[in-house]
């Protein structure tokens, strides 16, 4: 009972070291937004995750930048991303999406912004634990936060690809339909125009007789 007690309680204070912000934005055309974080030591990680879920072709510009506006990551019609930096400075840094390649589409943008002491905390020593039995315990608390990120991201990427293909299966809906409509359009007029023509050339075959 006491080792599971200690890793829950180690895994809770891991869980505190890491400040993150997940959010799903809307960017109207033409709009630029712009989120901050700030971290408060050197040295720490700053993970960036970002993937458009629908609008347009699926892709955004971004643009991160540190203290002194000094620019850290950018692109232009991407995707999606996944990046992990370094901040050595501290203050705040600013993550921004500008969609001004679009005249009237608008896009949600799924993105989260997490902040990461690298600082590893140590084990609190137990009467009877060994410092063996310390080490190994956090070295599979730390596995276990690993694997549990790679889920995460396994999951906000089959999520983007499942929001993508529902998106697309709209479009291709309304197009179907629209196809439909324009095609029946036709074929009215194509029968009215028939119509038309038997009934003139009835029409001047009587008077020719007349």
Same mark, same amino acid.
Request: proline letters at 3%; charged letters at 20%; one cysteine or more.
């Given at each position: 009972?006491?080792?599971?007690?200690?890793?829950?309680?180690?895994?809770?204070?891991?869980?505190?070291?890491?400040?993150?912000?997940?959010l799903t934005y809307k960017i109207s055309a033409n709009e630029k937004a712009?989120?901050?974080?700030?971290?408060?030591?050197?040295?720490?990680?700053?993970?960036?995750?970002?993937?458009?879920?629908?609008?347009?072709?699926?892709?955004?510009?971004?643009?991160?930048?540190?203290?002194?506006?000094?620019?850290?990551?950018?692109?232009e019609k991407e995707r999606q991303g996944d990046f992990v930096f370094t901040?050595?400075?501290?203050?705040?840094?600013?993550?921004? !999406?500008?969609?001004?390649? #679009? %005249?009237?589409?608008?896009?949600?943008?799924?993105?989260? /912004?997490?902040?990461?002491?690298? *600082?590893?905390?140590?084990?609190?020593?137990?009467?009877?634990?060994?410092?063996?039995?310390?080490?190994?315990?956090?070295?599979?608390?730390?596995?276990?936060?690993?694997?549990?990120?790679?889920?995460?991201?396994?999951?906000?990427?089959?999520?983007?690809?499942?929001?993508?293909? !529902?998106?697309?299966?709209? #479009? %291709?809906?309304?197009?179907?339909?629209?196809?439909?409509? /324009?095609?029946?359009?036709?074929? *009215?007029?194509?029968?009215?125009?028939?119509?038309?023509?038997?009934?003139?050339?009835?029409?001047?075959?009587?008077?020719?007789?007349?």
């Open positions: 009972m006491k080792p599971t007690l200690l890793s829950v309680g180690l895994f809770a204070y891991f869980v505190s070291l890491v400040s993150a912000t997940a712009c989120f901050y974080a700030a971290p408060e030591k050197k040295g720490a990680k700053v993970a960036f995750y970002f993937a458009v879920q629908s609008g347009g072709s699926f892709d955004i510009n971004y643009e991160v930048t540190g203290p002194g506006d000094k620019v850290i990551l950018d692109g901040a050595n400075e501290v203050g705040e840094y600013k993550f921004c !999406f500008d969609n001004d390649m #679009s %005249t009237y589409s608008e896009k949600f943008v799924d993105f989260e /912004i997490a902040v990461e002491d690298e *600082v590893r905390a140590q084990l609190p020593s137990k009467q009877g634990s060994t410092p063996e039995q310390t080490s190994a315990l956090e070295e599979s608390i730390y596995k276990v936060s690993g694997q549990l990120s790679t889920i995460a991201r396994n999951q906000k990427y089959f999520r983007t690809r499942e929001n993508r293909n !529902f998106s697309t299966v709209r #479009s %291709t809906e309304g197009r179907i339909v629209n196809f439909s409509l /324009i095609q029946c359009c036709m074929m *009215v007029c194509m029968g009215a125009l028939q119509v038309f023509v038997v009934r003139f050339f009835f029409q001047g075959a009587r008077k020719g007789y007349v």
